[in-house]
């Protein structure tokens, strides 16, 4: 529920990129902020110069994604024991929650992994991300999260939207109960979001509000690029979008 307890307010978090995303997201009436780096891979850990910057503006809660590379949520050995080190280290610095997900090589929930992150975290708020979205079993991975001790769950149902996975998203929040929050998201925006929200009874909402900017450096370069063959990426610069928030959270509690 949003901070004014009216039952047409679903609490919204926005999944933001960098300090200013944060500031971007709580200018524009966020009440959570998820807290990233590379949204092109779906979010990964951000630095902690990142985190402490965030400490020290934001003025609404925001939970930090642990998450060491992008693709599958199959972790190394190494890998797991770095996100261990990130939660404890997060833990210490005094952010509000972290945002994880351990998958087995079979589509479950490592349990082993996230009930020793949730352990590590304590007394942060812990959310399960969309490796739920990959798992197998949707209703037996809930009471596996359940089991682990995970306070929410970031799922579209399944589907790479709401709108479509909607009933399944309406399922979810009939299983969770009391007893772990749905956060759904999906392409959630100002068309979409109010109906999504009657159809599926989600009280909270995550959503990316993002749109690209041309770079402002003068001099470019055309023989080279960072990565990949869409050179030009080099010369636009995604950023959030505060209007575009706003017209979301405005939809959405119509």
């Known amino acids: 529920m949003a901070l004014d307890g009216s039952p047409n307010s679903p609490l919204i978090e926005v999944c933001v990129e960098g300090i200013d995303g944060l500031l971007a997201a709580q200018s524009a009436g966020a009440d959570r902020v998820e807290l990233c780096a590379s949204l092109l891979e779906g979010g990964l850990t951000p630095s902690f110069g990142t985190v402490r910057a965030a400490l020290e503006r934001a003025t609404i809660p925001f939970h930090v994604i642990v998450r060491p590379r992008g693709g599958d949520f199959l972790y190394s050995d190494a890998e797991y024991h770095s996100m261990l080190a990130d939660v404890a280290a997060l833990r210490e610095m005094g952010v509000a ?36 979205d ?39 929040v009939r299983q969770a109960g009391d007893r772990i929050v749905i956060l759904g998201c999906g392409a959630l925006g100002p068309d979409t979001i109010g109906e999504i929200r009657k159809k599926t009874g989600l009280k909270e909402m995550h959503f990316a509000a993002l749109k690209d900017l041309p770079s402002e450096m003068r001099y470019r370069n055309p023989h080279v690029g960072m990565g990949g063959t869409d050179l030009d990426r080099e010369y636009r610069i995604t950023v959030t979008d505060p209007t575009l928030i706003a017209d979301t959270i405005t939809a959405a509690r119509a």
């Open 134 to 172: 990959m798992t197998r079993d949707p209703a037996e991975a809930l009471e596996a999260l359940i089991r682990c001790g995970v306070g929410r769950v970031l799922t579209s149902g399944q589907r790479d939207t709401a709108a479509e996975g909607a009933d399944l998203l309406a399922a979810l």
């Open 97 to 132: 929650g972290v945002v994880v997900g351990c998958l087995t090589a079979e589509g479950v929930i490592d349990e082993a992994r996230m009930t020793a992150l949730v352990q590590a975290a304590d007394p942060l708020a812990v959310t399960c991300h969309r490796a739920f």
